[in-house]
């Protein structure tokens, strides 16, 4: 490397500014660049992998071949800055700024409620900004394309398509699909039998300013001028470790690649950067030929298309457009199998990252296109300073055979793709756990080369993706079909074959054994089916159709842009035009959101001398310690120190919970140690030197049958009984029993854990900077484990990217781990756990196992269940006891059953700890509660609808805790939901399509639900506030709640201003400390808006009675003159408010109590399509209405009603945590665990709220925060009620239980049929699954 120039200066445009970086580093990307040289902090950080979308940028290009500028999508964390030379970055910084002008897509988020926690906007903006670089009027399709690779965990992204969908043409605008009537003409509207007006507008496009294409900068000129310079040559940036080399002509690639024929070529860097990132790949040299004009062709011959291998998949997707709407249908099938692929294929910004060359050549096993390339008999061309040869894309070369594989020394110049011909199909074929940005769980791509005018084969080609480390040819088996028709002879042979062929091992990685060999064979059977379609219209006389039921499985469903329409009170028309409360007013800081102006944690500006700390977290469930060597890793550059438990100078277990394990460890991901350093990047490659030796410790205890066999609990069991129960079993028709196993969920808050420790020089103050729920916590654990007094931790808080219950414990621990890192190396420590350390070490929500024995009468009416609860808690207490006692406490949900016994205990296990997660515990228990209740509908032949109705809470009652209630607004919401949703009329619709379709079926659930707000301890639910009024009229408010995006902030703004009668232009609200509201509650439990609101409403009325007597004198003045004269008359401006709480109580000896202050009502309908060959399913339309009482701020209401829904959802449907049976959790990352996205939100979306009364609560509002979650479980039921169409259909009629959550996987095998009889059964005394469930 000696031979090696020093470095080029790398230039490139950020935001129209040039930069000039002298010793540009080819292992930094774009996202650590832009926030830590740049800071420029718009940009977030939210996975690292590519996977999340919140570090979206635009990159524009120059190309002096076609004079044309390039704008696209990129991920920045995977962009290297190296690759950056000669390129423009456009920020969120550089779309539009409070300060300057705000850009139309920034405002139209904001204005439209898009944005919730405000931590994903940056990425959505500059997705949507870029679309419209390219397409100024898009349509609605292109919007949803557009933000299909942007994970938002808070808002359900309806509101977000609403607002990229005000940049389409009018025509495309209309809500209400279907209904002949635009809701947009309809200003409100009224129900039937009350005088309540109904609105339905949210926000008014009138505001908008309109979109002027003309107004954006331009492209640098100076970068076209050094793009069309005659004499460039090759860059070389030489970093600490790497060596970047840029090659000037494709010549001086081929000698680079010869030099150095180890060194990989970054183009899109989509599989390189992951390597290098994830899996520790490292390379001294890198070469980046990704501008070479000789990779950047399009070549079309009589044959087919050559594709030069510098094409991003986006281009080669607009290369196939427009070939197939130029050629005849037959010669495209492949280019056609290739487009459907590419559409769901990651999101938009890899696609336009990653290349052609890319991934034929990277290869990886779960490849979309390979397996279509292969069966399209493409051909791959390839240079060398040897010379050019083409070889096959095939299956040896997929396989990497060596003899059929490019030599290290060449470069992919292209692809081509022949067309295809007239007695021959192409298809390709793929499952996910999600439709889009995930990969496969199974692929293939398959064609089918006729004898001219026959069924008779001549070629076949089948291959798989994931279900093995290469993507897979199946080619005996078609080696053995040549010759065959094409019937179900040929199928049936064809499948065994495939079977045998394609072995996937019963304790194979990736897990799903079963199903993905089901899916072998699931996805032939649809080829089979397409084909004899495809011969049929060849010929229709000579080959018969498919029988007509099984037409529908032959399209994917399709990826439709959501519409929705939301229905809330209008306020008052009497209400003064400048009192906010009832109004849908814009999220506080949904401006800063969206131009990423918006300060969280780690935006703060770096405080001199910072450090950096990583953790070494346990790799092994429970263990005794025998060593720590940390020798190696304190000698690495920039470390300062490594930091254990012998480091704490108070409690390293406080209330149970322990910092830095100590002796022994008793979860994979516990933190042993951590390491501080100048920079992330040291502290982490420092982390890795440290060896930890372990022995195992027995017992080692995973699930909760484990647990249970060991008897291992973290608390007391907890119990709640009403009636007789034993008796009342004597006397029923029936009994039913059962389990229910509910999974648990990853929070996946898109701003990952971080905290700022800052010590102070004098009285061992430290000051901390956190992203929580839960301050006063922080502050306690702190204290406790620097044993210094509370009084001199400041624990600050401003907002949070999003926190779900996952910011209320864990922040407490990880704040003083910084906290003791901070005192030990007497430097401010900024502590940010990646996204795979958060979702291992934080834990998330609570599986459930639920054990049921109901007893009713023939007619559906239950009269006594007798119900266990056991959940996995984890290693540590946490708030383990307090989620099974709401689990208790609300398992009956919304039923009356007159003789009803619950008991609830938490499990010790050795996982890490599970916390709390919106809903406490209410989501899992009700699907077990709805999962009996359809049992009994099942057992007495009747609809499950009708059961529920029959044993729900008709009339004032008492809880089985005796807890007196009105269900009124229950009934009032169940009954508008079937009645608004049509419910009965679109059951029948749905059964008459069941008739007609053997392989899809439609389901459709609605339920009712009973959610208790609040907590039974009263001392949590007290508050204060403290209200400033300045001499300038202005009013700064705190309050002891945290802004998680759930706009706690704007409500109170919105309660100050009714009370101080003052526009909420007057108020400020800034943050959350400690030092100005003390031993503040949690903000959780839907609680916060209730209980600071009260305090903040205390507060200003304090005030105002202390101003009243001015405004008397002097009725006519402005406020301002007012507080003017009470300053002078020296009356005090400023006071606390404080509110005591609700009175909760609960006395479990007695098994009685008031636990709760109030109930939300609702219900929810969800209508489904599931494909039962693969499982998926599409969710075509929900309903849901709430009892909002009065709503304080129906967009933000709302907001929160269709975040949790969507949360809910994933929850019950996709989110699928994996655990190895020794505990290792995989799925730490968005390739492993999937959230829903865009394309996952209900086609049709309608959420109404209903007025009711709530005297005790602030304008008798209600807290919705959690309340939704439960009601995503429609979507559970809905395709339960599919799958059973689909089971009695095969003559299965007995009961069954669907577990949570209903994946694609367990759709796919509770539809039994004769491709899963086929599965071979394997003994499971003679492996171990890869994976296992935990509940
Ligand atoms: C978040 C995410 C989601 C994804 N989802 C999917 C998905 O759903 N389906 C799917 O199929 N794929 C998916 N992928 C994988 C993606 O398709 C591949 O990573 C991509 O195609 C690789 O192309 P690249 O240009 O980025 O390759 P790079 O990372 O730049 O290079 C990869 C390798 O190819 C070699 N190489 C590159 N070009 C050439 C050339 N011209 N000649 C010789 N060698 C070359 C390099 O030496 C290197 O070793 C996903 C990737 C990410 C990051
Ligand atoms: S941080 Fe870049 S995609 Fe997630
Ligand atoms: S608003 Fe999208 S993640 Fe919070």
């Not at 180890?262 to 990704?290: C, Q, W, Y």
């Not at 529908?552 to 929705?564: R, Y």
């Not at 639900?1009 to 001499?1031: D, E, F, N, T």
């Not at 730490?1228 to 009711?1252: H, W």
């Amino acid at each position: 490397m000696s031979s090696l120039p020093k470095s080029d200066d790398l230039i490139f445009f950020v935001n129209g500014r040039k930069v000039i970086e002298k010793a540009a580093n080819p292992e930094v990307n774009l996202l650590f660049y832009l926030r830590k040289n740049l800071h420029l902090t718009g940009t977030k950080y939210g996975c690292g992998g590519g996977g999340c979308g919140a570090c979206t940028v635009m990159v524009s290009r120059f190309n002096p071949k076609t004079n044309k500028i390039r704008h696209y999508p990129a991920t920045a964390c995977l962009v290297p800055i190296c690759s950056l030379h000669g390129a423009a970055v456009t920020t969120v910084e550089g779309v539009g700024s409070i300060k300057t002008r705000i850009h139309p897509v920034q405002e139209r988020l904001a204005k439209c409620h898009g944005t919730q926690c405000g931590f994903c906007s940056p990425g959505m903006v500059m997705s949507i900004y870029t679309l419209l670089r390219n397409h100024p009027e898009p349509t609605p399709e292109q919007i949803t394309e557009a933000i299909g690779g942007n994970l938002c965990r808070c808002t359900g992204y309806r509101t977000i398509v609403e607002s990229g969908k005000t940049f389409c043409g009018a025509s495309t605008v209309c809500q209400m699909k279907g209904s002949g009537k635009c809701c947009m003409d309809q200003e409100e509207r009224s129900f039937e039998n009350n005088q309540e007006k109904i609105c339905t507008k949210l926000y008014n496009e009138d505001e908008f300013q309109p979109l002027d294409p003309t107004q954006e900068p331009i492209f640098p000129p100076e970068l076209i001028r050094m793009a069309e310079a005659p004499n460039k040559r090759r860059l070389t940036f030489q970093g600490e470790r790497t060596t970047w080399i840029t090659p000037v002509t494709l010549d001086d690639a081929l000698e680079l690649k010869a030099s150095f024929p180890e060194a990989p070529l970054i183009m899109g860097n989509t599989a390189e950067g992951p390597s290098m990132k994830f899996r520790d790949a490292f390379h001294p040299v890198l070469i980046s030929p990704l501008g070479l004009p000789e990779l950047h062709f399009v070549n079309t011959t009589d044959d087919g298309v050559t594709i030069g291998a510098g094409y991003s998949l986006a281009q080669l997707n607009d290369v196939l457009l427009s070939i197939v709407s130029d050629q005849p249908k037959e010669k495209t099938k492949t280019y056609r199998a290739l487009l459907k692929h590419l559409r769901t294929l990651a999101g938009a910004q890899i696609r336009n990252m990653a290349t052609l060359g890319g991934h034929v050549v990277s290869r990886p096993y779960f490849s979309d296109l390979n397996p279509i390339l292969a069966a399209g008999n493409a051909t791959i061309n390839l240079t060398s300073k040897e010379g050019e040869r083409q070889i096959p894309l095939n299956g040896p070369y997929l396989e990497r055979l060596p003899e059929a594989d490019l030599k290290s020394e060449e470069i992919v110049l292209s692809v081509s793709i022949p067309y295809s011909t007239q007695w021959h199909f192409v298809s390709g074929l793929r499952q996910a756990q999600r439709q889009e940005n995930a990969f496969a769980i199974v692929n293939a791509g398959m064609s089918v080369k006729f004898e001219d005018g026959t069924n008779i084969i001549k070629e076949l080609k089948m291959f798989y993706g994931s279900v093995g480390t290469t993507t897979v040819s199946a080619s005996q088996t078609c080696k053995q079909l040549i010759g065959r028709p094409w019937d179900d002879h040929m199928l049936s042979d064809a499948c065994r074959l495939v079977l045998d062929e394609i072995y996937i091992p019963p304790g194979a990685e990736g897990g799903m054994v079963a199903y993905r060999r089901a899916l072998i064979i699931s996805l032939l059977f649809k080829f089979y089916l397409k084909v004899r379609r495809g011969l049929k219209k060849m010929d229709p006389e000579k080959f018969p159709d498919i029988p007509e039921e099984f037409m529908s499985v032959l399209e994917d469903f399709p990826i439709e842009t959501p519409q929705g329409l939301e229905m809330f009170q209008c306020v008052d028309p009497n209400q003064s035009p400048q009192d906010p409360i009832g109004r849908p007013i814009m999220h506080q800081s949904a401006l800063k959101h969206a131009t990423g102006e918006a300060v969280y944690v780690d935006d703060m500006p770096p405080f001199s001398q910072e450090l950096f700390l990583a953790v070494v977290t346990s790799t092994r469930a429970h263990a005794k310690i025998i060593s720590i060597d940390s020798s190696e890793a304190l000698t690495l550059p920039g470390v300062v120190d490594v930091i254990t438990a012998e480091d704490v100078p108070g409690d390293n277990n406080h209330q149970g919970e322990i910092l830095y394990a100590q002796d022994e460890v008793i979860c994979v991901g516990q933190i042993v140690c951590t390491v501080a350093a100048d920079t992330y990047a040291h502290a982490r490659e420092a982390a890795k030197k440290v060896k930890i030796t372990y022995e195992d410790i027995e017992p080692r205890i995973i699930t909760i049958e484990q647990a249970l066999e060991h008897n291992s609990f973290l608390s007391a069991e907890k119990k709640i009984e009403k009636g007789d129960v034993d008796q009342a079993f004597k006397n029923v028709d029936q009994i039913i029993e059962g389990e229910v196993h509910v999974e648990g969920q990853e929070h996946f808050y898109m701003e990952t854990q971080t905290v700022l420790a800052v010590p102070k020089v004098e009285d061992k103050e430290m000051v901390l900077y956190l992203g929580t729920q839960f301050p006063t916590r922080v502050q306690e654990f702190v204290a406790a484990a620097l044993n210094i007094p509370r009084n001199r931790i400041a624990c600050h808080m401003r907002r949070a990217g999003g926190a779900f219950g996952g910011k209320v414990t864990k922040p407490s621990l990880l704040g003083a781990i910084s906290a003791v890192a901070a005192y030990k190396t007497g430097r401010p420590i900024r502590f940010i756990l990646e996204r795979r350390d958060d979702i291992l070490i934080t834990a998330g929500r609570h599986p459930l196992l639920g054990k049921y024995k109901v007893g009713f009468m023939n007619n559906g009416v239950i009269k006594a269940a007798d119900v266990e609860y056991y959940t996995n808690g984890g290693c540590t207490p946490d708030e383990s006891e307090l989620v099974v006692e709401f689990i208790v406490l609300k398992s009956e949900t919304a039923y009356n059953i007159p003789n009803f016994r619950c008991r609830g205990r938490p499990c010790k296990t050795n996982l890490p700890s599970n916390t709390a997660f919106r809903g406490f515990g209410f989501p899992q228990v009700s699907v077990v509660a709805e999962t009996y209740i359809t049992a009994v509908a099942s057992e007495c032949n009747l609809p499950p609808e009708e059961v529920k109705e029959i044993n729900m809470y008709k009339r004032i009652n008492k809880t089985a805790y005796k807890q007196t209630f009105n269900p009124e607004p229950l009934r009032r919401c169940w009954k508008e939901c079937l009645e608004k949703s049509s419910f009965h009329a679109r059951k029948l619709a749905a059964e008459e399509f069941n008739k007609r379709n053997y392989w899809k079926k439609r389901g459709l659930a609605v339920v009712p639900m009973k959610y208790s707000a609040g907590v039974p301890m009263a001392y949590y639910l007290q508050a204060a506030a403290l209200v400033h009024i300045y001499l300038d009229g202005t009013v700064l408010v705190t309050h002891g709640g945290c802004e998680l995006g759930q706009g706690l902030n704007t409500k109170m703004i919105q309660v100050a201003s009714r009370e101080l009668n003052i526009p909420e232009s007057y108020i400020h609200l800034s943050e959350t400390s400690t030092i100005v509201v003390p031993n503040a509650s949690f903000t959780a439990g839907s609680m916060g808006a209730d209980i600071n609101g009260k305090a903040v409403q205390n507060a200003c009325q304090i005030l105002m009675t202390r101003l009243r007597p001015i405004i008397k004198k002097n009725p006519n003045g402005k406020w301002e003159d007012w507080i003017t004269k009470a300053f002078q008359e020296s009356i005090s401006l400023s006071t606390t408010g404080y509110f005591k709480g609700y009175q909760t109580h609960m006395d479990w000896k007695k098994e009685e109590g008031e636990p709760f202050p109030y109930y939300i009502y609702g219900a929810s309908c969800s209508e489904v399509e599931v494909d039962c060959l693969t499982g998926a399913h599409k969710l075509l339309r929900t309903d849901i209405f709430v009892d909002a009482a009065f709503s304080i701020n129906p967009a933000l209401d709302i907001g929160q009603i269709e975040g949790a829904f969507i949360q809910g959802m994933g929850l019950y449907t996709i989110e699928e945590l994996k655990y190895s049976p020794e505990g290792v959790l995989y799925s730490r990352g968005p390739d492993e665990y999937k959230i829903p996205t865009v394309t996952e939100i209900p086609e049709e979306f309608y959420v109404t709220l209903l007025r009711s009364q709530n005297p005790i609560a602030i304008y008798s509002s209600k807290g919705l925060g959690e309340a939704g979650m439960f009601l995503g479980s429609s979507v559970l039921f809905a395709i339960k009620d599919a799958v059973t169409a689909a089971r009695r259909e095969r003559g299965l009629t007995k009961t069954f239980t669907l577990n949570s959550p209903a994946t694609p996987e367990l759709i796919r095998m509770t539809c039994v049929d004769q491709f899963t009889d086929m599965i071979p059964k394997d003994d499971p005394s003679t492996f171990t699954p890869w994976s296992i469930h935990v509940s």
